[in-house]
Protein backbone atom coordinates (compact mmCIF):
# COMPACT_ATOMS: atom_id res chain seq x y z
CA UNK A 1 0.00 0.00 0.00
CA UNK A 2 1.46 3.59 -0.76
CA UNK A 3 -0.28 6.80 -0.12
CA UNK A 4 0.46 9.97 -2.47
CA UNK A 5 0.18 13.22 -0.83
CA UNK A 6 -0.20 16.69 -2.50
CA UNK A 7 -1.48 19.73 -1.93
CA UNK A 8 0.37 21.40 0.87
CA UNK A 9 1.82 25.09 0.44
CA UNK A 10 2.12 28.55 1.92
CA UNK A 11 -0.75 30.49 2.71
CA UNK A 12 -1.60 33.90 4.17
CA UNK A 13 -3.36 34.05 7.46
CA UNK A 14 -6.99 33.70 7.65
CA UNK A 15 -7.28 31.41 3.88
CA UNK A 16 -7.90 28.22 3.31
CA UNK A 17 -5.98 25.12 1.58
CA UNK A 18 -7.03 21.57 0.49
CA UNK A 19 -4.93 18.50 1.34
CA UNK A 20 -5.76 15.30 -1.08
CA UNK A 21 -3.62 11.84 -0.26
CA UNK A 22 -4.72 8.82 -2.82
CA UNK A 23 -4.12 5.23 -1.61
CA UNK A 24 -3.46 2.56 -4.09
CA UNK A 25 -2.47 -1.14 -3.23
CA UNK A 26 -4.84 -3.86 -1.84
CA UNK A 27 -6.69 -1.83 0.76
CA UNK A 28 -9.81 -3.32 2.96
CA UNK A 29 -12.86 -1.60 2.61
CA UNK A 30 -13.38 -1.10 5.83
CA UNK A 31 -10.70 1.36 7.08
CA UNK A 32 -9.85 4.63 8.55
CA UNK A 33 -8.25 7.46 6.54
CA UNK A 34 -6.92 10.64 7.54
CA UNK A 35 -4.46 13.18 8.75
CA UNK A 36 -1.86 13.87 11.36
CA UNK A 37 0.79 16.56 11.39
CA UNK A 38 3.74 17.74 13.13
CA UNK A 39 5.24 21.07 14.55
CA UNK A 40 8.77 21.93 14.47
CA UNK A 41 9.66 20.66 18.29
CA UNK A 42 6.30 19.03 18.72
CA UNK A 43 5.42 15.62 18.94
CA UNK A 44 2.93 13.98 15.77
CA UNK A 45 -0.49 14.91 16.63
CA UNK A 46 -4.20 13.98 14.53
CA UNK A 47 -5.85 16.66 12.84
CA UNK A 48 -9.04 14.46 11.23
CA UNK A 49 -9.82 10.99 10.96
CA UNK A 50 -13.11 9.22 8.95
CA UNK A 51 -13.93 6.23 8.29
CA UNK A 52 -15.50 4.41 5.11
CA UNK A 53 -18.91 5.31 6.65
CA UNK A 54 -18.14 8.83 6.90
CA UNK A 55 -18.09 9.37 10.73
CA UNK A 56 -15.12 11.80 11.09
CA UNK A 57 -12.80 12.91 14.17
CA UNK A 58 -11.36 15.98 14.63
CA UNK A 59 -8.41 17.79 17.14
CA UNK A 60 -10.02 20.11 19.52
CA UNK A 61 -8.09 22.91 17.28
CA UNK A 62 -9.41 22.56 13.71
CA UNK A 63 -12.79 21.69 14.44
CA UNK A 64 -15.38 24.01 12.81
CA UNK A 65 -12.57 25.03 10.50
CA UNK A 66 -11.19 21.85 8.93
CA UNK A 67 -13.39 19.82 7.34
CA UNK A 68 -12.32 15.86 6.27
CA UNK A 69 -14.19 13.84 3.35
CA UNK A 70 -12.86 10.86 1.02
CA UNK A 71 -14.17 9.36 -2.03
CA UNK A 72 -14.24 5.58 -1.17
CA UNK A 73 -14.29 4.81 -5.15
CA UNK A 74 -10.70 6.46 -5.55
CA UNK A 75 -9.34 5.59 -2.02
CA UNK A 76 -9.02 9.39 -1.45
CA UNK A 77 -9.00 11.68 1.43
CA UNK A 78 -9.12 15.14 1.39
CA UNK A 79 -8.78 18.12 3.88
CA UNK A 80 -10.04 21.49 3.76
CA UNK A 81 -8.65 23.68 6.15
CA UNK A 82 -10.16 26.93 6.28
CA UNK A 83 -9.65 30.19 8.44
CA UNK A 84 -5.99 28.70 8.53
CA UNK A 85 -3.41 29.96 11.41
CA UNK A 86 -0.08 30.55 12.12
CA UNK A 87 -0.32 27.78 14.87
CA UNK A 88 -1.27 25.40 11.96
CA UNK A 89 2.04 25.58 10.37
CA UNK A 90 3.36 21.57 10.08
CA UNK A 91 3.80 18.85 8.30
CA UNK A 92 0.79 17.26 7.71
CA UNK A 93 1.08 13.23 6.85
CA UNK A 94 -1.49 11.00 5.61
CA UNK A 95 -2.66 8.07 7.36
CA UNK A 96 -4.65 4.94 6.19
CA UNK A 97 -5.63 2.07 9.22
CA UNK A 98 -6.63 -1.33 8.61
CA UNK A 99 -7.83 -3.81 11.11
CA UNK A 100 -4.54 -5.14 9.99
CA UNK A 101 -1.96 -2.29 9.67
CA UNK A 102 -1.58 1.06 9.83
CA UNK A 103 0.63 3.50 7.50
CA UNK A 104 1.93 6.75 6.56
CA UNK A 105 2.46 8.90 3.68
CA UNK A 106 4.82 11.14 2.89
CA UNK A 107 4.41 14.49 4.75
CA UNK A 108 3.36 17.83 2.67
CA UNK A 109 4.60 21.05 4.59
CA UNK A 110 1.80 23.67 5.57
CA UNK A 111 3.46 26.64 6.31
CA UNK A 112 0.68 29.94 7.44
CA UNK A 113 2.00 33.25 7.11
CA UNK A 114 0.74 35.41 9.70
Known amino acids: VQLQASGGGLVQAGRSLRLSCAAS????????MGWFRQAPGKQRELVAL???????NYADSVKGRFAVSRDNAKNTVYLLMNSLKAEDTAVYYC?????????WGQGTQVTVSS
Open 95 to 103: RLITAFQAY
Open 25 to 32: GSIPSINF
Open 50 to 56: INNGGST
